[in-house]
């Protein structure tokens, strides 16, 4: 269980609830940021573990911003879904990743992320890139 969320929840607490999709391929990692977001207040839209749920959810809900694992298992990966979201949706994305080579670094710039939360990452981190996203969004 986080352990720094209910300090996140006063800070976020006097705007409207933000909704978040999640797209993790692992259970526990996604069950983790799931209840990480409901914490600090935010709203969850979903969790998809793949693109092309990901891309269904997003249709359905309309979140306003996508965490989005860059190394995703199946026909599409985080980088492409993350380009696919912000074209058909205008969804800006938050990239995970347990790994940071320079070349996949690189590769993610073109869906324009609004950043980039490496794995393994603290409650207040999450907290904190979700913020800055979101003040890029409206100013």
Same mark, same amino acid.
């Given at each position: 269980?986080?352990?720094? $969320?209910?300090?996140?929840? !006063?800070?976020?607490?006097?705007?409207?609830?933000?909704?978040?999709? &999640?797209? %993790?391929? %692992?259970?526990?990692?996604?069950?983790? &940021? %799931?209840?990480?977001?409901?914490?600090? =207040?935010?709203?969850? /839209?979903?969790?998809?573990?793949?693109?092309?749920? !990901?891309?269904?959810?997003?249709?359905?809900?309309?979140?306003?911003? /996508? +965490?989005?694992?860059?190394?995703?298992? =199946?026909? &599409?990966? $985080?980088?492409?879904? !993350?380009?696919?979201?912000?074209?058909?949706?205008?969804?800006?994305?938050?990239?995970?990743?347990?790994?940071?080579?320079?070349?996949?670094?690189?590769?993610? %710039?073109?869906?324009?992320? +609004? $950043?980039?939360?490496?794995?393994?990452?603290?409650?207040?981190?999450?907290?904190?890139? &979700?913020?800055? !996203?979101?003040?890029?969004?409206? $100013?």
């Amino acid at each position: 269980m986080p352990s720094d $969320g209910s300090q996140l929840v !006063a800070k976020a607490g006097a705007r409207k609830p933000v909704s978040i999709l &999640i797209v %993790e391929d %692992e259970a526990l990692v996604a069950s983790y &940021i %799931e209840e990480v977001l409901a914490e600090s =207040g935010y709203r969850v /839209a979903g969790v998809a573990a793949s693109g092309p749920e !990901a891309l269904s959810l997003a249709e359905d809900t309309r979140p306003q911003l /996508a +965490l989005v694992d860059i190394r995703l298992t =199946g026909p &599409i990966d $985080g980088i492409e879904l !993350a380009c696919a979201l912000r074209q058909k949706f205008a969804i800006p994305a938050i990239f995970l990743s347990g790994l940071a080579d320079d070349t996949t670094t690189r590769r993610a %710039e073109i869906a324009e992320p +609004l $950043g980039f939360l490496r794995k393994p990452f603290r409650p207040s981190q999450v907290f904190n890139a &979700i913020e800055r !996203a979101l003040s890029q969004v409206a $100013g």
